[in-house]
């Protein structure tokens, strides 16, 4: 049988690791691909913070999941102390002793296999597939080849294969700015969100492919609409447009979903919706949307908070909450009676503006004959008694 085997920490798997892998299975025509994740690794300590081996294993096989004849092991995981890729190997060659097994590596492992413990062993047993790390290793890469022919009779192919100008090091800095998602497999990306990986940010564009079938076609131009108008308000007043847009794009999230639901998501995270009331309904997607959030997008407490409150308000408001009530109050597709001068002032004095759109909220709302949140009323009284909040 011919089998090809990826090893590395995976930390995280990227597409940088799904394509030379694609290529490399293509290319030798292999009948299965083994994706070994590296426990401890002898030659390099894997950085503080770094996703527990359970993590690692999950993310590498949501990054190559739909491969064929896909073989994920955890033996690296489960070996205690230092791990070896010459004690793996022995342990695949002895399921097929006759079979041909490749070791797919990048550039930068080729140059210290000899080095490897049990180097010499592993480079006369194995047949070598060799992608660039990098644009224009090809010749490097050649080289090597010709001389490990020459002084250990290695078998050698170089994988062609276009690089992808990322590393995992690099990566986890990226996603700790709020970027880097494009390196990724979609599935690995929202497992890092929902996990808070790698002190992650979530990308916006990102965040929004993966929010968007949330919610209802009609509701998307008003979540739209939030969002600009959260990173607009965020750099007038200083607050951190990321986090301004990211609530902004789940603040609605659980908007469509059954009432039960919604409980249930608030009892998982343990949200406590207070004084709710069936008559009170229309807040409640506030209160699970911000469990939501954190349940499935790890977002930070600040994000949540502002998600929580953005329906009903409270009491000394964060800049951050007021910048998300706001937006959702004044989204250029809103049309409320009073809206455009509210509009004019939140540009002016942030919390002019959130009490006039209080009072506004709260007229409407005996004009309609509901009845308002108590936290809404509250956070009226606070801005009226000149208390500015956080």
Same mark, same amino acid.
């Given at each position: 049988m011919k089998r090809g085997f990826f090893g590395g920490t995976f930390n995280p798997p990227h597409l940088?690791?799904?394509?030379?892998?694609?290529?490399?299975?293509?290319?030798?025509?292999?009948?299965?691909?083994?994706?070994?994740?590296?426990?401890?690794?002898?030659?390099?300590?894997?950085?503080?913070?770094?996703?527990?081996?359970?993590q690692r294993r999950e993310m590498a096989e949501l990054a190559f999941g739909s491969f064929s004849g896909l073989r994920l092991l955890d033996w690296e995981l489960l070996r205690p102390g230092r791990s070896y890729t010459a004690d793996t190997v022995e342990?695949?060659?002895?399921?097929?002793?006759?079979?041909e097994l490749w070791l797919l590596c990048g550039t930068d492992m080729f140059e210290t296999l000899p080095h490897w413990y049990r180097g010499k062993w592993l480079l006369s047993v194995l047949h070598v597939a060799v992608y660039p790390r990098e644009a224009g290793q090809e010749e490097l890469i050649d080289e090597l080849a010709?001389?490990?022919?020459?002084?250990?009779?290695?078998?050698?192919?170089?994988?062609?294969?276009t690089p992808t100008a990322v590393s995992s090091t690099l990566l986890r800095s990226l996603l700790r700015e709020g970027k880097g998602a494009e390196y990724l497999p979609e599935p690995v990306y929202a497992y890092i969100l929902k996990n808070r990986l790698y002190a992650v940010r979530p990308e916006p564009e990102a965040l929004w492919k993966l929010a968007e079938g949330w919610y209802k076609p009609s509701r998307i131009p008003h979540v739209l609409g939030c969002r600009s108008e959260?990173?607009?308000?965020?750099?007038?007043?200083?607050?951190?447009?990321?986090? *301004?847009?990211?609530?902004?794009?789940?603040?609605?999230?659980? %908007? %469509?979903?059954?009432?039960?639901?919604q409980l249930r998501l608030c009892?998982?995270?343990?949200?406590?919706?207070?004084?709710?009331?069936?008559?009170?309904?229309?807040?409640?997607?506030?209160?699970?949307g911000?469990?939501?959030?954190?349940?499935?997008?790890?977002?930070?407490?600040?994000?949540?908070? *502002?998600?929580?409150?953005?329906?009903?308000?409270?009491?000394?408001?964060?800049?951050?909450? %007021?910048?998300?009530?706001?937006?959702?109050?004044?989204?250029?597709?809103?049309?409320?009676?009073?809206?455009?001068?509210?509009?004019?002032?939140?540009?002016?004095?942030?919390?002019?503006?959130?009490?006039?759109?209080?009072?506004h909220s709260l007229e409407y709302l005996e004009w309609k004959g509901f009845t308002p949140h108590p936290a809404t009323r509250e956070a009226l009284a606070f801005l009226q008694r000149g208390e500015t909040g956080r």
């Open positions: 940088g690791h799904v394509r030379a892998a694609e290529a490399a299975a293509r290319q030798l025509e292999l009948e299965s691909l083994c994706i070994i994740p590296a426990g401890t690794p002898p030659h390099k300590k894997l950085p503080d913070g770094s996703p527990t081996p359970e342990r695949l060659l002895a399921e097929d002793p006759e079979g010709e001389r490990y022919r020459r002084e250990y009779n290695a078998r050698v192919r170089r994988i062609e294969l959260a990173v607009r308000l965020a750099r007038r007043w200083g607050a951190d447009p990321l986090d *301004a847009e990211t609530a902004a794009i789940l603040h609605d999230i659980t %908007k %469509k979903m059954p009432a039960e639901e009892r998982e995270r343990g949200t406590p919706v207070p004084d709710y009331r069936p008559e009170l309904e229309a807040m409640l997607h506030a209160f699970s911000a469990a939501a959030a954190t349940l499935e997008f790890g977002v930070s407490p600040e994000v949540e908070s *502002a998600i929580r409150w953005h329906t009903t308000g409270r009491a000394d408001m964060s800049l951050l909450e %007021k910048i998300v009530w706001l937006a959702d109050y004044i989204e250029p597709n809103r049309s409320t009676p009073g809206v455009d001068a509210v509009r004019a002032a939140a540009y002016k004095n942030l919390d002019e503006a959130l009490t006039l759109a209080l009072e």
